[in-house]
């Protein structure tokens, strides 16, 4: 291991690395636990120039209640999860075929198309933009949840691809080979043989996925306008004009918009970090 | 019975069965993303080289868009686009910050102590969040009156300090705040780097006398070259792609001093003063161009791998 293991270092050397510990978590996350602070305090205490002293009394109830029943918050909240559970669903199943296909089959064109996957995936949005706003108007699905779940499914795709080939290529050939010998229809190996062995793929994925298009703000912005559509990322604009000046508020929605992302990391984890190393990194 | 009515179309597709299930299985991802991916970009290109309103007739105008945009010939180069070239470069530059970064995180976290696991995750923490709130969060951290950073730097005597209302510093204010994210990513990336470290290499190292800054550079980073090149990868895809923060915290301002050209192709397009898609096509296409570059040189790379593998 390195660096050298702390239990091997001396008593004094352990108990600074300890003490060390939660103060530099302290720094790194300061700016949030300043926004956490924010949001339980009560209006009077911004009104009266108290910022960073301790809250004179605790509002976090009031507060969050607020966010949750007077403002346009839950709505933005489902929208968030009609958009992101669709597209994670439809990007794995894509992806995995298209994983299947090129990790087992040597055909022409294999490296080809898959390096098309991988780059499509590292282009800029900008140059979708245009475009894609424009096919979509055309289909009748500006501003609906349906036109931003069919861009993302395809734009994920390519990233999903990426993973599940090579994921699929690291999985034994001999077994798919058994199975051929077994005389199993192909379809049949990729139901049922291949995807049972897929399943940390498409947990990893799943989580990662989950992530990305909750928190896009983007597309959001480029293909919906209103509370009918829109993400919480982009309705948490709204919801900043509507509270303007009101940081204990405006603190408060910000944490409801990004806890689901972070609820899923904490549950997930290991998948989690599984996929951010797109399985290159073992 | 219905294997015995079709013998001859189910022999057919059962002979090139291997040669065509692939084809169909990778038919409906194609699909989708040559719609709305592969085929977008052209029409990109395409409508760079017209006026656009987004609505009417398109107008060829040849390369004209390009030329007001560079300033190609008598013109000026824009100045909007000018300032915005020279913010990604700050972008690009500033956001590698995030890989040495990381890895010093990395380092200073790879311990086997009590609760460690929980502060690897705590200190992951920030990648979680969407930008959005990440921008959110430092826009109020720099306050001028009500920000956590000034009540700081009040304690240490320093005078209150504008960070984002200021033309010379808000650029830099925003890329602060997206290297936080960045540098939490760059950390995951070398926590799993480092747990796949070669233990019998570190201690014949050792044994040869090798320790810290040596053994780091000679023993430890050669094994982590895998995620040091994820982490490059994607430190240079998120600083080109740096939209959110920007939109969030200054939205291009002060002054149009924090634009870069994701931001400003976004403005040209799509902004209230009229949408202008043709020039911020052309916008998008320069970008894509500066990323095809590094694009390219990734799959350079990985077909290199792949054809070691092979």
Redo the contacts between chains.
């Keep these: 291991m390195f660096p050298t293991p702390i239990a091997k270092r001396s008593r004094r050397w352990q108990l600074t690395y300890q003490a060390v510990l939660p103060f530099a978590l302290i720094l790194w996350l300061l700016p949030l636990i300043a926004v956490a602070m924010f949001s339980i305090k009560p209006a009077a205490d911004f009104a009266n120039g108290n910022y960073w002293g301790w809250p004179s009394s605790f509002e976090g109830f009031a507060n969050y209640g607020k966010v949750f029943f007077e403002s346009n918050m839950p709505r933005y909240l489902m929208n968030s999860v009609f958009i992101t559970v669709p597209t994670v669903l439809g990007a794995i199943a894509l992806s995995s075929m298209a994983g299947f296909a090129l990790g087992i089959y040597r055909f022409k064109g294999n490296l080809l198309i898959f390096f098309m996957f991988i780059a499509g995936n590292f282009v800029p949005f900008q140059i979708l933009m245009v475009p894609v706003r424009d096919l979509t108007i055309n289909l009748g699905m500006y501003d609906t949840i349906g036109g931003l779940v069919l861009f993302h499914i395809a734009f994920q795709t390519g990233f999903c691809t990426l993973f599940m080939r090579n994921f699929i290529r690291a999985l034994p050939f001999p077994l798919i080979e058994a199975a051929r010998v077994e005389g199993v229809a192909e379809w049949r190996i990729f139901f049922y043989v291949v995807l049972p062995l897929m399943k940390p793929a498409l947990a990893a994925l799943a989580v990662l996925i989950f992530t990305f298009i909750w928190n896009d703000y983007f597309w959001a912005v480029v293909l919906t306008q209103g509370p009918s559509a829109q993400p919480v990322t982009a309705g948490i604009t709204e919801f900043n004009s509507q509270f303007r000046a009101a940081y204990h508020l405006m603190s408060a929605g910000s944490i409801v918009a990004a806890l689901p992302p972070v609820a899923m990391f904490f549950l997930m984890q290991k998948h989690f970090i599984a996929g951010l190393t797109l399985g290159a990194v073992k | 019975m219905s294997s015995t009515t079709t013998p001859a179309t189910r022999s057919w597709y059962k002979r090139n069965?291997?040669?065509i299930?692939?084809?169909l299985?990778?038919l409906?991802?194609?699909l989708?993303?040559a719609?709305?991916?592969?085929?977008?970009?052209g029409?990109?290109v395409s409508?760079s080289f017209h006026e656009w309103d987004?609505l009417g007739e398109k107008t060829y105008v040849g390369t004209a868009n390009y030329e007001r945009l560079l300033g190609i010939g008598e013109q000026k180069m824009d100045r909007k686009f000018e300032t915005s070239f020279w913010n990604n470069l700050k972008w690009l530059l500033l956001y590698m910050l995030a890989v040495p970064a990381g890895l010093f995180i990395a380092?200073?976290l790879?311990?086997?102590?009590r609760g460690i696991r929980l502060?690897k995750?705590?200190?992951?923490?920030?990648f979680?969040?969407?930008?959005?709130?990440v921008g959110?969060?430092?826009s109020?951290?720099y306050l001028p009156?009500?920000g956590?950073l000034n009540?700081i730097l009040a304690l240490f005597g320093s005078g209150p300090v504008n960070i984002l209302g200021d033309p010379t510093m808000a650029t830099y204010g925003i890329i602060a705040a997206g290297l936080?994210p960045q540098t939490a990513?760059c950390m995951?990336?070398y926590l799993?780097?480092?747990n796949?470290?070669d233990?019998e290499q570190?201690e014949a190292a050792r044994l040869d006398g090798a320790?810290g800054r040596k053994?780091?550079w000679y023993?430890?980073l050669p094994q982590l070259k895998?995620?040091t090149f994820?982490a490059f990868v994607v430190t240079i895809?998120g600083a080109?792609?740096s939209?959110?923060l920007i939109?969030?915290m200054t939205n291009g301002g002060p002054f149009g001093s924090t634009r870069v050209?994701?931001f400003y192709?976004?403005e040209e397009?799509?902004s209230e003063f009229g949408f202008r898609?043709g020039y911020?096509?052309a916008?998008?296409?320069i970008?894509?161009l500066i990323?095809l570059g590094?694009?390219a040189y990734?799959?350079y790379s990985?077909?290199r791998d792949?054809r070691g593998v092979h």
């Design positions: 069965e291997i040669a299930t692939p084809w299985f990778l409906p991802a194609m989708f993303f719609v709305y991916v592969i085929i977008p970009i029409q990109s409508i987004g380092l200073f790879n311990q086997t102590v502060y995750s705590l200190f992951f923490f920030p979680v969040i969407s930008q959005v709130v959110l969060v430092f109020w951290f009156r009500e956590l009540a936080w990513y995951i990336l799993t780097g480092l796949a470290v233990p570190i320790k053994m780091l023993i430890i895998p995620a994820i895809i080109l792609r939209f959110d939109s969030v050209l994701s192709m976004f397009s799509l898609m911020g096509s916008i998008a296409v970008l894509f990323m590094f694009i990734f799959l990985m077909w792949e």
